[in-house]
DNA sequence: GTGTTTGCAAACAATTTGCAGAATT
DNA sequence: AATTCTGCAAATTGTTTGCAAACAC
């Protein structure tokens, strides 16, 4: 049975603040303002807890570390080639793509992602890239 | 300059004969074969080499390990729940994907990657996944 | 009271790196 | 001879786990 911990409540709460989608270490040391003694052990274990049970979404773009999303509902990720940043893509889910490969595939498939790759905003319009761009 | 190796042209040709994506390991453990003391960081050495020189390609498909294919071409994947294999989707790759996702976003998007999930072949017919899914 | 969750530290897995010697040009 | 590549071991990074105490029910 799960208990209620304030400590999973509060890394849900944060995650729903914010649109980018973090990593569980940047959750961490946000979740410390709040409470200074968690540990990332805690947060590692809320955040595999949550995604188990269908509460958030764990992401993962292909660079290091999982970046954590309060949205289960299937949509598609950016991935920022320069800071690592993960946004949403607002494009509609399209659950027609996995028939469309069933057709062409022996095992049984079920899902798929689709991660788009590239530069943010932020750092299209930051000193820092267009300095590295231009050396 | 690039110099010739023995170890990176038995790594690349180890690959082309594979159509699963192995993992670094995996290469390790075999090119071992051939080469009883090749070490592990070479194995990483040369495959993030091949890579970043556009000979081969890095997938990663969101379990622990990348995995590394020949094929540098457009294309997607694949990727086992049960054994964690990765292989490729036949259908075309969709560039039109980028633009119609760049029309949503205000970076700059320049590529995409598309990864399937679900049980291969081999383990939808192995008694291995049948009895964990019965039990 | 029983069972779950926490903080801490140690363990782990995948990958990277520093270095001295071997191989390639 | 100059430079790149290798094997080895140690270091780093992201994540998981064992345990005793704290918390929720």
Known sequence: ?????????????????????????????????????????????????????????????GDSSDHFDPNTE??????CRHCGSVQDIHIPANPGLDQKAQKTFDGQIDSHSICFYGICKTCLESSDYLNQKTS
């Open 74 to 79: 299937p949509h598609y990720h950016f991935y």
């Open 1 to 61: 049975m799960l208990k209620y911990s304030r400590q999973r409540e509060a890394i849900k709460r944060f995650l729903m603040t914010r649109t980018d989608h973090p990593t569980a270490d940047t959750v961490y040391v946000n979740i410390k303002k709040e409470f200074p003694n968690i540990s990332l052990g805690t947060v590692y274990r809320n955040l595999s807890l949550l995604a188990s049970i269908g509460e958030i979404s764990k992401i993962s773009c």
